[in-house]
């Protein structure tokens, strides 16, 4: 499989953008990865990128983007950080792969029993871990059940996987909130953006569209 070229990444709508995630997430659930050359694409790649996607999502090391969606070398920009919350930095590179490189879509992937939701939920203090997991609290409080205080942490997998996937959904409406140039792309059509779950113990994503 080749490396996207400018006129086939002219090609990628969101939808069509999308699909190819979906087709690509299913091949890897399936051991079925696409035959691809990398060093090939290394060489492709090298007087330019156009990637076609652009994903947001966890630094856990179980959570590869290229590798779950099976994608090769400059199909996917791949933004990470513990917990897939945005800020400054994450919004000004998304306008750059969307607005300057070309990409169609933006997919804020969570994850299920993430480690940085976990945090958030047991209000975990260390170091800079601190000030970073404040980016997560609000998805902690928008999950109103259960009540119970002495439920509310990470011994509780079910509320955990909640939050991380309230976490996605007030990530995007950040993005929308604090980009006007990605809100204006999303609204013209220019691009989509979505959310989704990735299960660590099967590899799946469900897509919340």
């Given at each position: 499989?080749k ?9 990628m709508?969101?939808?069509k953008s ?10 890897f659930?399936?051991?079925?990865q ?8 290394v060489?492709d790649?090298s007087?330019g ?7 947001l ?7 590869s ?6 994608q ?7 933004a990470?950080?513990?917990g ?7 919004l000004?590179s998304?306008?750059f792969?969307c607005?300057?490189a070309?990409t169609?879509?933006?997919v ?9 939701v976990k945090g958030a939920?047991?209000d975990a203090?260390?170091g800079n871990?601190t ?7 609000p998805?902690?409080?928008a ?7 002495s439920?509310?942490n990470?011994?509780?997998i079910?509320?955990?996987n909640?939050?991380a ?7 995007i409406?950040r993005i929308?909130k ?7 792309m999303?609204k013209?059509?220019e691009i ?6 990735y299960?660590i113990?099967?590899?799946a994503?469900?897509f919340?569209?």
């Amino acid at each position: 499989m080749k490396s996207h070229t400018k006129e086939t990444q002219s090609t990628m709508t969101p939808q069509k953008s999308l699909q190819s995630l979906k087709e690509g997430n299913q091949r890897f659930q399936k051991n079925l990865q696409a035959g691809r050359m990398l060093l090939e694409q290394v060489e492709d790649t090298s007087k330019g990128q156009y990637p076609f996607a652009t994903i947001l999502s966890c630094i856990d090391s179980r959570v590869s983007s290229e590798l779950i969606f099976d994608q090769g070398i400059g199909d996917i920009f791949s933004a990470r950080v513990a917990g897939n919350f945005v800020n400054e930095d994450i919004l000004g590179s998304m306008e750059f792969a969307c607005k300057l490189a070309g990409t169609k879509l933006i997919v804020v992937l969570g994850h299920t029993s993430c480690g940085a939701v976990k945090g958030a939920c047991d209000d975990a203090k260390l170091g800079n871990l601190t000030a970073m997991l404040e980016n997560i609290k609000p998805a902690v409080n928008a999950v109103a059940s259960p009540e119970d205080a002495s439920l509310r942490n990470s011994k509780n997998i079910e509320f955990v996987n909640d939050v991380a996937k309230k976490n996605v959904e007030l990530t995007i409406e950040r993005i929308l909130k604090e980009s006007d140039v990605l809100a204006e792309m999303a609204k013209d059509g220019e691009i989509e953006i979505v959310g989704g779950m990735y299960d660590i113990g099967s590899g799946a994503v469900t897509f919340y569209e």
